[in-house]
Antibody, heavy 123, light 112 residues
């Protein structure tokens, strides 16, 4: 059974860089059949796609966050990671990692999700 | 603000049926497949429907999806207390150059 688990600091100071890692178990991140993505949800609000990566390193970012986001993959550890720079209080959210089958963009969906991790931006 | 609009809430008694609409445009729903997610309080979203109307393994046929033009609909029949959750639609949006995946505004389902 595929499992995804987010990890990283729960508190980040304003203007600093938020860093999270998603560890995949029960399956290989190097599979050529999936994208691996990050989605966030501010407290009490809706879902926002941050970006996704293919195991080869190809990335796809939400244009509204692109200037601050980097997603990269470490196939040796079966992990992929998120960095979000210059954070503000508006970046406080639960961050989820998720898998999406390799399809054309207009067919995307997310079939497996991590449990999520709350990151608070505060001094 | 999401480009996909859902009603904030719907409610019905146990055993009844509810439908949740997801309204978009030709840049998103009109030309792309829609998926639906269930999020119970304090938990991660769970895929209910993909490709407009397909159910992943393990999702009961009480849940159904459809699409017409620039709108999509999720139906839940035989409503159960365990169906109380927030429901989100999702699809690709190509209104900006690179495109992005977007989620709906979310609908809270209450079982009376």
């Amino acid at each position: 059974q595929l499992q995804l688990q987010e990890s990283g600091p729960g508190l980040v100071k304003p203007s600093e860089t938020l860093s999270l890692t998603c560890t995949v178990s029960g399956g290989s991140i190097s599979s050529n059949s999936y994208y691996w993505g990050w989605i966030r949800q501010p407290p009490g609000k809706g879902l926002e796609w941050i970006g996704s990566i293919y195991y080869s390193g190809s990335t796809y970012y939400n244009p509204s966050l692109k200037s601050r986001v980097t997603i990269f993959v470490d196939t040796s550890k079966n992990q992929f990671s998120l960095k979000l720079s210059s954070v503000t209080a508006a970046d406080t959210a639960v961050f989820y990692c998720a898998r999406s089958p390799l399809r054309t963009f207009n067919e995307w969906y997310f079939d497996y999700w991590g449990q999520g991790t709350l990151v608070t931006v505060s001094s | 603000q999401s480009v996909l609009t859902q009603p904030p809430s719907v409610s019905a008694a146990p055993g009844q049926k509810v439908t949740i609409s997801c309204s978009g445009s030709s840049s998103n729903i009109g030309n792309n497949y829609v998926s639906w997610y269930q999020q119970r309080p304090g938990t991660a979203p769970k895929l209910l429907i993909y490709d407009n109307s397909k159910r992943p393994s393990g999702i009961p046929d009480r849940f159904s999806g459809s699409k017409s033009g620039t709108s999509a609909t999720l139906g839940i029949t035989g409503l159960q207390t365990g169906d109380e959750a927030e429901y989100y639609c999702g699809t690709w949006d190509s209104s900006v150059s690179a495109g992005l995946y977007v989620f709906g505004t979310g609908t809270k389902v209450t079982v009376l």
